[in-house]
């Protein structure tokens, strides 16, 4: 009988699945260590030992207090699965990789009023943001479809804030440069209004009207007092 159980001893194996394990920066390593799984079997098929359990402690004198997620990285751990119906155990190295998922914050965004034909100014002044683990001046910011910023006609138009961390988290936020004619048009007097009876009135053969946008001008007559 106890040959027979060393023989059965021998025919089974322990295979470990989700050996490495990604572990956001700051967590608590109590949510991450349960994860690898030993699983034993004998010719292929799967073995239940009912009083199967896990040693995360004191493994070739690794200790779960020793393992630090403050600081991003490759941690290298050993832990152990024992089955002591079959007197089995395995010992597996777990690597935990500890990284930054989480996106930077956008704090403020700025939005911009211009003239009509004054320069677009940095876009980036009035902008703030931050991270939840890398400093501010590792952060880079883009600015998107700031070529699409016509100064030289009226309008609404929107750019995009990309904010990135060396982990390549990305936050991106929107906003707008609006461009803004603020001067009147110009009316020129180009003869006086002098029509026949029965002509018909165009006020632009007495008058010429422009803008400094170049864009057409709609005129109204108020001819409520002829």
């Known amino acids: 009988m106890y040959i027979f159980k060393i023989f059965q001893m021998l025919l089974m194996a322990v295979t470990w699945t989700n050996i490495e394990v990604d572990v956001p920066v700051y967590s608590s390593i109590d949510e991450y260590i349960?994860?690898?799984?030993?699983?034993l079997t004998e010719n292929g098929n799967i073995v239940i030992d009912e009083n199967m359990y896990y040693v995360y402690d004191?493994?070739?004198?690794?200790?779960?207090?020793?393992?630090?997620?403050?600081?991003?990285?490759?941690?290298?751990?050993?832990?152990?699965?024992?089955?002591?119906?079959?007197?089995?155990?395995?010992?597996?190295?777990?690597?935990?990789?500890?990284?930054?998922?989480?996106?930077?914050?956008?704090?403020?965004?700025?939005?911009?009023?211009?003239?009509?034909?004054?320069?677009?100014?940095?876009v980036k002044i009035g902008l703030d943001y931050k991270d939840n683990f890398y400093q501010k001046n590792e952060l880079i910011v883009n600015v998107l479809s700031l070529d699409t910023v016509n100064n030289k006609k009226v309008g609404r138009y929107p750019i995009t804030y990309q904010v990135i961390d060396p982990s390549n988290n990305i936050e991106t936020a929107t906003s707008y440069i609006e461009v803004v004619d603020r001067i009147p048009p110009n009316i020129e007097k180009l003869k006086e209004v002098i029509i026949e009876l029965g002509e018909e009135f165009n006020i632009r053969n007495f008058y010429k009207f422009t803008d400094d946008s170049g864009e057409y001008i709609d005129v109204i007559l108020d001819d409520t007092n002829i």
């Open 58 to 122: 004191g493994v070739d004198n690794n200790f779960r207090s020793d393992i630090e997620t403050n600081y991003l990285g490759r941690i290298r751990y050993m832990i152990k699965a024992v089955f002591p119906t079959y007197h089995i155990e395995s010992k597996q190295e777990i690597i935990f990789n500890v990284i930054d998922i989480d996106n930077p914050t956008i704090l403020t965004v700025p939005t911009f009023t211009i003239l009509l034909g004054e320069k677009i100014p940095d």
């Open 34 to 39: 349960t994860i690898p799984e030993a699983t």
